[in-house]
Structures are given as C-alpha cells and as structure tokens.
C-alpha cells in the first residue's frame, strides 16, 4: 500500500487548507485511515480518524470544530479539510492506512510521507 499526502503550504491564521491522501496497491475502501501531525521538536500527535465506510470518526480535541476528516472510495482518497488554523497548527502531516478497517488512534500499517503545514501569525 503506498500513501501519497498533499495540500501543504504557508496559510496566515485563520485561513483554510484541504489535504489529501491518495491511496493506491491495496483496497482503499476496506482501510481505515488516519492522519496525524508532528511539530518541530515534538512527538507525533493522533489528529483524525475515519472507518472504512466513511460513517464513523474521530479527532483530536485539539482540532475539533476546526477540521474535518473525509473519504472518497471511488477516488482512493482521504481529506483532512483544516480551517481556522492557528500558528500551532503547523506541523508536518502524515496519513495512515489501518487495513482492519476499524477506526484507531494508533497502531496503524502504513504510512504515507508527510506534507507541511506551516499557519503564519
């Protein structure tokens, strides 16, 4: 299974970013998937979950209100669409593929490479 992360980029606080995941070598449509963060200097942090079915998730209290986690079987893609973003937002994001398809915090198989976020004040 490979993950491909995108939609990183500079954004003033306050404003929005979409990140997406595209998935590919597996069936996308029975994961469960995830995306984290990792900041500077810190450890990486569970952000969002989804099952595979779309129905069920999960974030961060950190993030609730502010970000929305999503997923598009036909496209193999999941989305991380983030608004209000603050400076501590910024962070490199990961994707994750659980192939239980169950909705997690952690413990995932496999992971994609990071896009970055950076949320300027």
């Known amino acids: 299974v490979q993950l491909q992360a995108s939609g990183g980029g500079l954004v003033q606080a306050g404003g929005s970013l979409r990140l997406s995941c595209a998935a590919s070598g597996g069936t996308f449509s029975s994961y469960g998937m995830g995306w984290f963060r990792q900041a500077p200097g810190k450890e990486r942090e569970f952000v969002a979950a989804i099952n595979w079915s779309g129905i069920y998730t999960s974030s961060a209290n950190s993030v609730k209100g502010r970000f929305t986690i999503s997923r598009d079987n036909a496209k193999n893609t999941v989305y991380l669409q983030m608004n209000s973003l603050k400076p501590d937002d910024t962070a490199v994001y990961y994707c994750?593929?659980?192939?239980?398809?169950?909705?997690?915090?952690?413990?995932?198989?496999?992971w994609g490479q990071g896009t970055l976020v950076t949320v300027s004040s």
């Open positions: 994750a593929a659980d192939p239980m398809g169950q909705l997690r915090i952690s413990g995932y198989a496999y």
